[in-house]
């Protein structure tokens, strides 16, 4: 049985094709909207962008808006051998021939004119309906950098289109292997820009990004023992958090104001929070059982967590004060590394099946919902990170070998290879950017 | 004395062998002729006529013309856009709406060689395009267009 189907089928998006230009109403919008029964990806066609000056920088801009809108799972983008219009074609409604664009399949034509200046490049960016024979978006975008521009078109489709912000210039930190030890890499969010910001001989394990993304809390064994650091982007200084444990898997609470993390002591692990600093530890569970991996829901009132206090490792919820535990798993006997979504509805984590396969799954808050996401993908599909809008997820997976990076729609049906190479580990989907 | 299978009792037939007792493959362009009178408006192609059964109003698939001069267009009217031949193939397998349809209407010229027709077709279908319909005049009817070939 595969869950993930019937969650392609559940996460939707309706087309309201009443459309208008982006100064009218609103309300009559194309409108991508939630959770509808019969989601179809929407046709869309990204025409060969015309250029000011730079063809080669048109054409990747036009090729990185294509990968992401294909990649999110919300769009079935059309293949560009495919068109029929006149690479040449101008951008207004005016000069279009909406028929040969119909005639390739598309509902909705993205088009822009990409010119560099001084200071990087700009797109004069057109949304256009193509059943409606009309232009339903006119922007003007800047960007420094070409693949920049892309991700921002891009993300512009997205909220036309959902009402939503995209998340194309948002960032992925994961950990990888190296040959005598691990990195903490940072990824643009297509997993193209791969930047190295420790490079370290001991274990480092599970980043977490402060909620305003200027920091990542890593579990480093930097001292002999896991404890919590914290690696600064502005000063690329690497500090540790004094908890008075030895402590792994931080996380940090929506508004930045408190860290939860898994505290060893003995023979068991508990839930615990501090403040930033590592003052004001206070502990959460009293188990004499494993409880750890907490991770914050977004209101910052309650947290998930992983317990082995029923036999066998469950997710459980509880207050942000320890209080009111519950258990919500009750399926399976090895659910771990449990994400609450920035959305509030799920809870993404990883579960072993009695193959000893362990894959990617989504759970309703309340326990009732439970959905796969891989199957029969390799032996090991673990670590999902949620994307700020909650609409998509990141995951490693060893279908071709190596832990390779992926993403994927909540339902799986769309999954994509973004980084791979050297073994990948934990990755973690920053927040939305600052600007 | 329940029906059971085992212990040399006697064998239920409750259980058939479903295995496939026929696994051919068919590979199969349906072909079929319609009249069009009005709805479709291809490049000026001077179609045959025949009794055809007409096509309905509501239906409009993807045109490919085929003009006296063997060259290929893809769409209706003004906006039809010429294809290379050795393109062809590459473009119907990369359109999203012919790839969902499966079908597409032909508009040939009526005093082209058979052969180029029938290559056209093999095209189509290696292309993935299960249905072909030919498009011809009603009898007595008029040219697609006035501009026509005629």
Redesign the interface.
Known sequence: MRFARLTAACLALTLALATATAAAASADRPRVVVDAPDFHPL?IAVASFLAGGDARAAAEVAGVVRADLARCGLF?V?????F??DPGEGLAAASI?F??W?????DGLVKARVSKGPGGFSADLRILDVRAGREVLALTLPATEARDLGHRIADEVVRHYTGEPGIFRTRIAAIRRTRDGRELVVFDADGQNARVLLSEKALLLMPAWHPRGGELLVTSYRSGIPELWRYRFSDKSFRRVNTGHASMGGSWSPDGSRIAFTAIDGNGTDVWTCNPDGRGARRLTTSSALDLSPSWSPDGKKLVFVSDRAGTPQLYVMNADGSQQRRITFQGSYNQTPQWSPRGDLIAFTARDERRVFDVFTISVDGGRIQRLTQDQGRTNEEPSWAPNGRMLAFTSDRSGTPQLLVADPGGDRQTVIASGAELMTPAWGPFPAD | MALSSSGGGRTTLTDINITPLVDVMLVLLIVFMVTAPLIQQGVAVDLPETRAKAIDAEEQK?VLSVKLDRSLW????D?A?RIPADRLE???R???????EKELFLMADKALPYGVVVDVMATVQRAGITGVGMITNPPGGKPRRADGAR
């Open positions: 046709p079935e059309l293949d560009p051998r495919s029929l219009a021939k028929s040969r119909a005639d390739v399949g598309a | 993807l893809l769409g209706a009217g906006d856009v590459e473009v119907l990369a359109n999203a709406r012919v790839q969902k």
